[in-house]
């Protein structure tokens, strides 16, 4: 069992020691033997994440008899300070994120770029489809007259409404068939951004078609003629 030092007073009339039900009431709170003083962990720890300093219980431990004598009030002053309030907090943060490494602001962001990723392939899968479709069965992708975002936006649901081209027309089933992802990419997405638009339509047809070439090119190459 550790015996804490006792202190004295200048006149050395009066006498203190370190406490152990400080430490068992205070979680913040260590003693170090070695330097036979207290100090609050989390704030020696972090306190570089700050970047100020702050003495007791910091940079220099609660090891003399006038912070013993005052023990209680300098112990508050600390704890209700936010320098201390702040690091307790970036404290709780490092267990938490070593715990369960998922929840570091870094993987959390990581996360959230991977789901925004996937979700532009399942939007760009969907229409690419749509384009598949009409090109095996020889349909053309546009009509006499091309619809506007908002002409689209309008009639999104109402898949027996006129479609100026059967795009948007095989566009609207999709949707009405449950696409969601699809629905909400088209009701929510940005204008310049929905890959709807002609342009993106023949980029689309450019890549089928390279991809197409690719295969018939690879299919060719493996094959095994005879003179």
Known sequence: KYSFPTLYSDDHKHSRRFMINWLNDNSFLVYSPYIEGGYCINCVLFRNVQGQKFELFVDKPCYQYKHLKHFTTLWK??????FHQNLTVATDNFIRTYKDPSLSILSLIDKNRIEKINRNKAILASIIKIIITCSRQNIPL???????IYDIKQCI???DSYSGSNFIALLKQRIDAGDEIL???????????????????NEIIDCIHKHILDQILHRLKNCLFSI
């Open 183 to 201: 629905r909400e990419h088209i009701e929510r997405g940005p204008k310049n951004a929905l890959y709807i638009s002609p342009l993106v339509q």
């Open 77 to 82: 002053i600390h704890i209700n300070s936010q």
């Open 142 to 148: 546009r009509g006499h007259r091309d619809e506007t």
């Open 157 to 159: 649901n109402v898949t």
